[in-house]
């Protein structure tokens, strides 16, 4: 038979059968360069059996154009895509497409060439050739890279090649990265941590699937008792793969991998210069890129031999994506690790209800790590009722919070506070007229950040200057800013402790690794004293002298309704509160809320984490949420309002009547306008027994729109705007 069926890269088509060429060899999973009419499209050769047939006669076929020079894509990677096209009702080009996610990667060997100062002078210094070189000491990268990192063009940077300032260095582009020693410096584990790496590293000599859930309290030692797995795996000769749910978390890991294990882990996220991408890729695929520390789009990797997955924070909602195919890398993990016949180790200390649900009707074998590395006591938690203890007009620091960190600067220790809103201030109004500043483009507010002096969108990025009177009524000095972002409370610390050296830490100010690690290098200094930030420095960061923390809304969350709200505030409170007191003096937080009486509020008060989770399992069961039942969303949008309804109408008009399965909908949604696109929703709900993806691509699948319209359906979602 030279007949071969392959999944083309093309989401508005099926599967497609070729003739394969006489002496051509192409076993499933090889990607094959599919003509398609006038031009040639990627495709990636799959068990026939396993995708849906046509009926065109073997004489018809045309014939493959060519194979490219990778190695086949495994059967554990094809399972995987294949689940996650069904689980997730996408189309399996558009999951096969994160598998190739490497232009560069597929064409095979190249190599280079990229420039070095050479010590030499130029024949003329002028100013700009001497910034240029300044700039440039110790890099090595391509002269656009180069011109990008000293801020010239690259004319400037050629003249000074032709001068012999720049020497070009011909670089293999897949050059292997240095493995890491997994006996490089071994740490002491303590009893607890000792206990949950034995049975892990067990695991993974097992080579069997084997879901964890490595449950340990913040500053447990979570990330040093998996990395003697993840050093297991490396002595097997084996590849890891270790997930983080931020870019901004990864500096603190490398570091952190790199002591342990002498070199520093291979790195996957959407940032890699394209460069850096295929050489990651082409490793992965050949087995030589051992411990890939990556983004969630990291899953779908061709890894050669994979011995081992962890998901860090796996409760994370980052985790998941919410655009293109709509997954969620926790799961899809899970999935992997089952295809692949490898352990998975999902870590967390404020687990999602689902993951301790799975362990507790035994399909997860839960490790618990109850108590802070080295003694650390875990932080005294207390509530600030702001009914009570009132800031004052203007202002959102309650007195005791205030005193709380004088106190800490008069002992030289620091203090963050914790407030999930970037920039200054929420919303702007006039003050003669009530006009109020709204994105064009979205149904949400203008958000003013003072720093840059801009008034910008958080959901689409629309930015305008801040006028200096009103546009609808004209009058000058009349607009005021309402609430607080995390910029207005940092203007506030410095009015009420105005020796203290107030840092503000979000995605805009820690927008890139070398940025982040020059915060972590200041506070490990002592030389900021509080720090004001979003959710980025919740988690992973360990700064010893951090002993107060302060909630400065702890209401915020629970707002809006979301089905998740008051498990994501329990899991963000928990997590900023385990910043302090994780070296050797005690840490103290403070959380200010208007209702301390909220279950969430009080179980994060009690400390008595059992508490909550028992009132949110009972609430979720109660509504058929999930883990108890299943969520769908779709989101039917267009450009055009009208559009966009009719759509969602007509969508409803077709809705299938199953048991167990309720429909609400259409409705427009929460955000009815994002992103310049109007949005109508379904939002499903049903009991586990239903088969709910089947329903929705049967009943999605007989209608038609028009070209404007987008559907997109969100199996398990998170986001409910
Ligand atoms: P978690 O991720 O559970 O919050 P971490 O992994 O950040 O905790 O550990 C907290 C701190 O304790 C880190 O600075 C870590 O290096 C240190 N630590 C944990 N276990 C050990 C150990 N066995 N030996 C030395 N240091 C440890
Ligand atoms: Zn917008």
Same mark, same amino acid.
């Given at each position: 038979?030279?007949?071969?069926?392959?999944?083309?890269?093309?989401?508005?088509?099926?599967?497609?059968?070729?003739?394969?060429?006489?002496?051509?060899?192409?076993?499933?999973?090889?990607?094959?360069?599919?003509?398609?009419?006038?031009?040639?499209?990627?495709?990636?050769?799959?068990?026939?059996?396993?995708?849906?047939?046509?009926?065109?006669?073997?004489?018809?076929?045309?014939?493959?154009?060519?194979?490219?020079?990778?190695?086949?894509?495994?059967?554990?990677?094809?399972?995987?895509?294949?689940?996650?096209?069904?689980?997730?009702?996408?189309?399996?080009?558009?999951?096969?497409?994160?598998?190739?996610?490497?232009?560069?990667?597929?064409?095979?060997?190249?190599?280079?060439?990229?420039?070095?100062?050479?010590?030499?002078?130029?024949?003329?210094?002028?100013?700009?050739?001497?910034?240029?070189?300044?700039?440039?000491?110790?890099?090595?990268?391509?002269?656009?890279?180069?011109?990008?990192?000293?801020?010239?063009?690259?004319?400037?940077?050629?003249?000074?090649?032709?001068?012999?300032?720049?020497?070009?260095?011909?670089?293999?582009?897949?050059?292997?990265?240095?493995?890491?020693?997994?006996?490089?410096?071994?740490?002491?584990?303590?009893?607890?941590?000792?206990?949950?790496?034995?049975?892990?590293?067990?695991?993974?000599?097992?080579?069997?699937?084997?879901?964890?859930?490595?449950?340990?309290?913040?500053?447990?030692?979570?990330?040093?008792?998996?990395?003697?797995?993840?050093?297991?795996?490396?002595?097997?000769?084996?590849?890891?793969?270790?997930?983080?749910?931020?870019?901004?978390?990864?500096?603190?890991?490398?570091?952190?991998?790199?002591?342990?294990?002498?070199?520093?882990?291979?790195?996957?996220?959407?940032?890699?210069?394209?460069?850096?991408?295929?050489?990651?890729?082409?490793?992965?695929?050949?087995?030589?890129?051992?411990?890939?520390?990556?983004?969630?789009?990291?899953?779908?990797?061709?890894?050669?031999?994979?011995?081992?997955?962890?998901?860090?924070?796996?409760?994370?909602?980052?985790?998941?994506?919410?655009?293109?195919?709509?997954?969620?890398?926790?799961?899809?993990?899970?999935?992997?690790?089952?295809?692949?016949?490898?352990?998975?180790?999902?870590?967390?200390?404020?687990?999602?209800?689902?993951?301790?649900?799975?362990?507790?009707?035994?399909?997860?074998?839960?490790?618990?790590?109850?108590?802070?590395?080295?003694?650390?006591?875990?932080?005294?938690?207390?509530?600030?009722?702001?009914?009570?203890?009132?800031?004052?007009?203007?202002?959102?620091?309650?007195?005791?919070?205030?005193?709380?960190?004088?106190?800490?600067?008069?002992?030289?220790?620091?203090?963050?506070?914790?407030?999930?809103?970037?920039?200054?201030?929420?919303?702007?109004?006039?003050?003669?007229?009530?006009?109020?500043?709204?994105?064009?483009?979205?149904?949400?507010?203008?958000?003013?950040?003072?720093?840059?002096?801009?008034?910008?969108?958080?959901?689409?990025?629309?930015?305008?200057?801040?006028?200096?009177?009103?546009?609808?009524?004209?009058?000058?000095?009349?607009?005021?800013?309402?609430?607080?972002?995390?910029?207005?409370?940092?203007?506030?610390?410095?009015?009420?402790?105005?020796?203290?050296?107030?840092?503000?830490?979000?995605?805009?100010?820690?927008?890139?690794?070398?940025?982040?690690?020059?915060?972590?290098?200041?506070?490990?200094?002592?030389?900021?004293?509080?720090?004001?930030?979003?959710?980025?420095? &919740?988690?992973?960061? $360990?700064?010893? *002298? /951090?002993?107060?923390? @302060?909630?400065?809304? !702890?209401?915020?969350? #629970?707002?809006? +309704?979301?089905?998740?709200?008051?498990?994501?505030?329990?899991?963000?409170?928990?997590?900023?509160?385990?910043?302090?007191?994780?070296?050797?003096?005690?840490?103290?937080?403070?959380?200010?809320?208007?209702?301390?009486?909220?279950?969430?509020?009080?179980?994060?008060?009690?400390?008595?984490?059992?508490?909550?989770?028992?009132?949110?399992?009972?609430?979720?069961?109660?509504?058929?949420?999930?883990?108890?039942?299943?969520?769908?969303?779709?989101?039917?949008?267009?450009?055009?309002?009208?559009?966009?309804?009719?759509?969602?109408?007509?969508?409803? &008009?077709?809705?299938? $009547?199953?048991? *167990? /399965?309720?429909?609400? @909908?259409?409705?427009? !949604?929460?955000?009815? #306008?994002?992103? +310049?696109?109007?949005?109508?929703?379904?939002?499903?709900?049903?009991?586990?027994?239903?088969?709910?993806?089947?329903?929705?691509?049967?009943?999605?699948?007989?209608?038609?729109?028009?070209?404007?319209?987008?559907?997109?359906?969100?199996?398990?979602?998170?986001?409910?705007?």
């Amino acid at each position: 038979m030279n007949r071969v069926r392959c999944l083309v890269l093309n989401s508005a088509l099926g599967p497609l059968d070729y003739r394969l060429p006489d002496g051509m060899i192409a076993p499933p999973g090889t990607v094959v360069e599919c003509p398609l009419g006038p031009r040639t499209i990627l495709g990636i050769v799959w068990e026939p059996e396993r995708l849906p047939t046509n009926e065109v006669p073997v004489e018809k076929l045309r014939p493959l154009r060519g194979l490219l020079p990778v190695p086949p894509l495994s059967a554990p990677l094809r399972r995987l895509v294949e689940w996650t096209a069904d689980y997730y009702v996408a189309s399996l080009a558009g999951v096969a497409r994160m598998a190739l996610s490497s232009g560069g990667a597929l064409r095979g060997p190249a190599s280079i060439t990229e420039y070095r100062l050479t010590g030499a002078p130029p024949e003329r210094m002028t100013a700009q050739r001497e910034a240029a070189i300044g700039a440039l000491e110790g890099e090595q990268a391509t002269i656009r890279e180069l011109a990008g990192m000293a801020g010239v063009s690259e004319g400037v940077l050629r003249g000074l090649v032709a001068q012999g300032v720049l020497e070009p260095v011909i670089v293999d582009c897949d050059r292997p990265y240095d493995p890491p020693r997994p006996d490089f410096a071994v740490p002491e584990l303590e009893p607890e941590q000792r206990a949950a790496a034995k049975r892990l590293c067990e695991a993974v000599r097992s080579r069997d699937f084997m879901p964890f859930l490595l449950d340990g309290v913040t500053g447990s030692g979570k990330t040093e008792t998996y990395f003697e797995p993840v050093a297991d795996a490396l002595r097997m000769g084996r590849q890891v793969l270790v997930l983080l749910p931020e870019i901004a978390l990864t500096e603190n890991f490398l570091h952190r991998f790199e002591e342990r294990f002498g070199v520093a882990p291979v790195l996957w996220h959407s940032s890699l210069k394209s460069t850096e991408r295929r050489r990651a890729w082409r490793n992965v695929a050949a087995g030589d890129a051992r411990v890939v520390v990556g983004a969630r789009s990291a899953l779908f990797l061709p890894f050669a031999d994979l011995g081992l997955i962890v998901v860090d924070e796996a409760h994370e909602t980052s985790f998941k994506q919410e655009d293109g195919v709509r997954y969620n890398a926790r799961d899809v993990a899970v999935m992997r690790a089952r295809f692949e016949g490898v352990p998975v180790i999902l870590a967390s200390a404020t687990p999602a209800l689902e993951s301790l649900q799975m362990a507790e009707s035994g399909i997860y074998e839960k490790l618990d790590l109850p108590s802070r590395f080295g003694g650390a006591q875990l932080p005294a938690i207390a509530t600030v009722d702001l009914t009570q203890e009132k800031p004052g007009s203007g202002h959102w620091l309650a007195p005791r919070l205030v005193a709380a960190m004088e106190e800490r600067l008069a002992r030289g220790e620091q203090s963050l506070l914790f407030l999930n809103r970037r920039g200054y201030a929420p919303l702007t109004l006039c003050r003669n007229c009530g006009y109020r500043f709204q994105c064009p483009n979205c149904s949400a507010w203008l958000v003013e950040h003072r720093f840059t002096r801009r008034l910008a969108c958080h959901h689409c990025g629309h930015e305008t200057a801040q006028p200096e009177t009103c546009p609808e009524c004209g009058e000058p000095d009349c607009l005021v800013a309402c609430g607080p972002g995390v910029e207005r409370i940092a203007d506030e610390v410095a009015e009420r402790l105005p020796e203290a050296r107030v840092f503000v830490a979000t995605s805009d100010t820690l927008n890139s690794p070398g940025r982040a690690g020059e915060f972590i290098a200041w506070v490990e200094a002592g030389e900021i004293d509080v720090i004001v930030g979003t959710q980025l420095v &919740t988690k992973g960061f $360990h700064f010893p *002298d /951090l002993t107060l923390v @302060g909630v400065v809304d !702890a209401d915020l969350g #629970l707002e809006g +309704g979301d089905l998740r709200a008051g498990e994501r505030t329990y899991q963000q409170i928990s997590q900023v509160a385990g910043r302090a007191g994780r070296g050797e003096k005690p840490g103290e937080v403070l959380i200010q809320t208007r209702h301390p009486e909220a279950a969430v509020i009080a179980a994060l008060a009690a400390g008595d984490r059992d508490a909550f989770y028992e009132a949110e399992t009972e609430a979720r069961r109660h509504a058929g949420a999930p883990p108890f039942g299943r969520w769908a969303a779709i989101i039917v949008s267009s450009e055009d309002d009208a559009e966009a309804r009719e759509a969602a109408n007509r969508i409803g &008009t077709f809705r299938p $009547h199953v048991d *167990d /399965l309720l429909i609400l @909908g259409p409705a427009p !949604a929460p955000m009815a #306008l994002l992103r +310049g696109r109007y949005r109508y929703r379904f939002l499903i709900n049903a009991r586990r027994s239903v088969q709910l993806q089947a329903v929705i691509r049967s009943w999605l699948s007989v209608i038609n729109h028009p070209a404007g319209v987008r559907v997109s359906v969100d199996v398990d979602p998170y986001s409910f705007v």
